[in-house]
């Protein structure tokens, strides 16, 4: 699943790249900015027939970029992770990894009604699997003798403002992604391997095109998007909107904006930062009408 072509000039250029639930909305977004960057990308997914997909439309869109592939990974297994960072060593090693995979079970709830495997699930992939990641790009840029690295982890806003509609598996894991990636910032700053932590608000997005295939049903009921859940359930979907100053939710590209500019030499001194993309949403009391 290989494309070859002429090397483009940008602000990645020359830095391999892998992202994590790059199927995914806010993923394939990002896949298509870092290619059109420059960067040569590896993109990986659980969902191999999604993730196929997903490859075609880079391909598509950007003709011309250095290198794009694919390979199938669930983030849950070290093995897989390990698998998944290696075959970048014949790349020249991995300089950037965006840990964006993430789910969001149906069946998350409050503290009485989250069932205990709902939470060891959400867990398994949200924290392990970034851990996973986070773990075998250190002991890539170690094995390259990189001077650099950024690895840019997803948690959400969830992880900063509680919410009244809860998932509490989720919302814990994705506070422990937050501290996480802000020690790791810490522990290997002087290596020079960068660790932020990016924190989207509530996104609206097309829905990537889906499969019924089992593992992509496993995916499907496990990770709902929310403008599907919302549908046109006007009540339920103020209840949301009406905490966006802007009065919109957000778009995955624009996480990916944010995503490129913390993947690139560009924000050289940003580390350890709960990078914040929300449309003002967590910085507001009362919204405009
Ligand atoms: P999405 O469901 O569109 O994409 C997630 C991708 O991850 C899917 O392609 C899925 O197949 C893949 N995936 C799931 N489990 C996996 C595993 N074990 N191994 C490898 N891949 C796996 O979701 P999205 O909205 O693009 O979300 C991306 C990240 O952003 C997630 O971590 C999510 O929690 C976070 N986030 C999303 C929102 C939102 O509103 N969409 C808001 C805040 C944070």
Redesign the pocket.
Known sequence: MALEGPIARGRLQGKNAII??A?????LETSILFAREGASVLM????NL?LERALAKVKELVPDAPRVEAIR????KESEVQAMVESQDSWGGTDVIFN?????HPNDADAIDTPEEVWDLTHN??VK?VWFGSKHAVLSLRRHKKSKGSIIN?A??VALVGSATPQLAYTAS?GAVLAMTRELAIVHAREGFRFNALC????KYST?PRTSSQSDKL?CD??P??QDWLGDDMAKRHRREVHFPTGRFGE?IEQAHAVVFLASDESSFVNGTDFVVDGGMTKAYVTPE
């Open positions: 994590t639930g199927a995914g909305g806010i993923g990986a997914d659980i969902s999604s990974c669930d983030i849950s964006n995979a993430g789910i969001m992939i949200n699997g997803t959400s806003v994705k989207p608000a509530p996104l990537p995916i496990s990770t998007l929310l995955a």
